[in-house]
Nanobody, 124 residues
């Protein structure tokens, strides 16, 4: 079992940057692949980024590639999502998730542990 808690959301303007953090506890974090997903009002939850247990492999959704960076610190049991050049369409609740495996995936069905989410609002 992995318990995850997101933080770092807020209200920013178009073009600004924001860094989300996800603190994990429980199961061995260094053996757990992690991911970020987001859900905008009226839309399904979508994949944003994922990182393997070792941090050596990452995946990004096409609409954030080049602007967002996922990273992890296994010594601190934390995964980060650095978001640059934010756009209004990035507005959503962002969720951190962990899976019972070491490989990163883009499929939300593969993730077993979810946080409560943190709101990110980008205004023009």
């Amino acid at each position: 079992q992995v318990h995850v808690v997101e933080s770092g959301g807020g209200l920013v303007q178009t073009g600004d940057s924001l860094r989300l953090s996800c603190a994990a506890s429980g199961r061995t974090f260094s053996s757990t692949a992690m991911g970020w997903f987001r859900q905008a009002p009226g839309k399904e939850r979508e994949f944003v980024a994922s990182i393997s247990a070792s941090g050596g492999t990452t995946f990004y959704a096409d609409n954030v590639k080049g602007r967002f960076t996922i990273s992890r610190d296994n010594a601190e049991n934390t995964v980060y999502l650095q978001m640059d050049s934010l756009k209004r369409e990035d507005t959503a609740v962002y969720y951190c998730a962990g899976r019972s495996g070491r490989g990163a995936t883009t499929n939300r069905a593969n993730y077993d542990y979810w946080g409560q989410g943190t709101q990110v609002t980008v205004s023009s």
